[in-house]
């Protein structure tokens, strides 16, 4: 059984910066497609950015192209959401996911569409 392990995040003013972090456990995350999604309050969860299986394709949606800089550590089996220039409208928490077949990324998503999901992160962009 896959685990996905998040941390990072917090409360930032805009124009800051933060850095989350999603450790895989049990497999090897070069099988996956990897992605990070984020849900604001009253939402749907909406893909951030996503990498195909051994981080092919890396893609990232127009909102956050520029700002946002999606990285892994094969050795640590970890990837990272690096979040600069932060914005009010970035509020939301945000979610790791996995999953051995392909999915959609600039898109609305439901859960059960991915099948492995890190515990969540809350970012608040507030000044």
């Known amino acids: 059984q896959l685990h996905l392990v998040q941390s990072g995040g917090g409360l930032v003013q805009p124009g800051g910066s933060l850095k989350l972090s999603c450790t895989f456990s049990?497999?090897?995350?070069?099988?996956?497609?990897i992605g990070w999604f984020r849900q604001a309050p009253g939402k749907e969860r909406e893909g951030v950015s996503c990498t195909a299986k051994g981080g092919a394709r890396l893609m990232y949606v127009d909102s956050v192209r520029g700002r946002f800089t999606f990285s892994r550590d094969n050795a640590k089996n970890t990837v990272y959401l690096q979040m600069n220039n932060l914005k009010p409208e970035d509020t939301g928490v945000y979610y790791c996911?996995?999953?051995?077949?392909?999915?959609?990324?600039?898109?609305?998503?439901?859960?059960?569409?991915?099948?492995?999901w890190g515990q969540g992160a809350q970012v608040t962009v507030s000044s």
């Open positions: 049990g497999f090897a995350m070069t099988d996956y497609a």
């Open positions: 996911a996995a999953d051995t077949f392909a999915f959609k990324c600039d898109a609305r998503i439901r859960v059960d569409e991915i099948d492995y």
